[in-house]
């Protein structure tokens, strides 16, 4: 699972709702370095970010950009923020902060299976 954040804290944070999910976890710190991970990785079956980010392209731009390059990858969205009134990517999965540790985990596990 590539796992996308900026804040080292907060990518600490989503590392262990991945392991803990049973998976590996591939880091990115910045939404251009998850695109050329994604470019050069075809084994990434599931993308897990904050939408809050900053890059090249806002966090809901990269999760629209990874579905229309690479649709069969799952994203697991997150934000502090309302996405009520911009549509979420076919599949795409928002949960809202604080983190549910149990739903993020159920989430994941149910994405790599």
């Known amino acids: 699972m590539l796992v996308v954040e ?50 090249s392209m806002a966090g809901m731009r990269m999760a629209l950009a990874i579905r229309d390059r690479w649709p069969p990858i799952e994203l697991l969205l997150i934000s502090s923020q309302p996405w009520k009134d911009v549509g979420l990517p076919h599949r795409g999965v928002l949960l809202g902060k604080p983190f549910d540790r149990i739903r993020i985990v159920d989430t994941l596990r149910r994405f790599a299976t």
């Open 6 to 55: 900026a804040d080292p804290l907060l990518m600490l944070s989503l590392v262990d709702f991945v392991e803990e999910a049973g998976c590996e976890a591939v880091e990115a710190h910045d939404v251009d370095e998850a695109i050329r991970v994604l470019e050069a990785r075809a084994d990434i079956r599931t993308v897990f970010t904050d939408l809050d980010m900053r890059g």
